[in-house]
Nanobody, 126 residues
Framework: EVQLVESGGGLVQAGGSLRLSCRVWGHTFGEFATAWFRQAPGKEREFVACISNVDDRTNYADSMKDRFTITSDNAKNTVYLQLINVKPEDTAVYYC???????????????????WGQGTQVTVSS
């Protein structure tokens, strides 16, 4: 059974930094993409970034690539999302998701992902 667990969320002041972790296990996928999405209260879930486990190719939402960085540590089966200079509008539940397969274009839409974690809350105070 594929399992994803996010951690690292919490309360942070505007301008601060945070690193989220997503540990993935229980699968036999050779190639896959791992993404971060977020969902703020009353809003739809939105794409943040994704990464390939094979070649570390990344893809970012245009509005987030200046302050967010996605990385992976395959030895630890963990993908990270570094947030810097956070803003109150970054307040959301952050989810990680996995889609097995090889990709010419890394998937950016939530419907493209098959497995999801439960999310971790990030709250940015002004």
């Amino acid at each position: 059974e594929v399992q994803l667990v996010e951690s690292g969320g919490g309360l942070v002041q505007a301008g601060g930094s945070l690193r989220l972790s997503c540990r993935v296990w229980g699968h036999t996928f050779g190639e896959f993409a791992t993404a971060w999405f977020r969902q703020a209260p009353g809003k739809e879930r939105e794409f943040v970034a994704c990464i390939s486990n094979v070649d570390d190719r990344t893809n970012y939402a245009d509005s987030m690539k200046d302050r967010f960085t996605i990385t992976s540590d395959n030895a630890k089966n963990t993908v990270y999302l570094q947030l810097i200079n956070v803003k109150p509008e970054d307040t959301a539940v952050y989810y990680c998701a996995v889609r097995p397969g090889s990709f010419v274009r890394l998937p950016r839409f939530s419907f493209e992902y098959d497995f999801w974690g439960q999310g971790t809350q990030v709250t940015v105070s002004s």
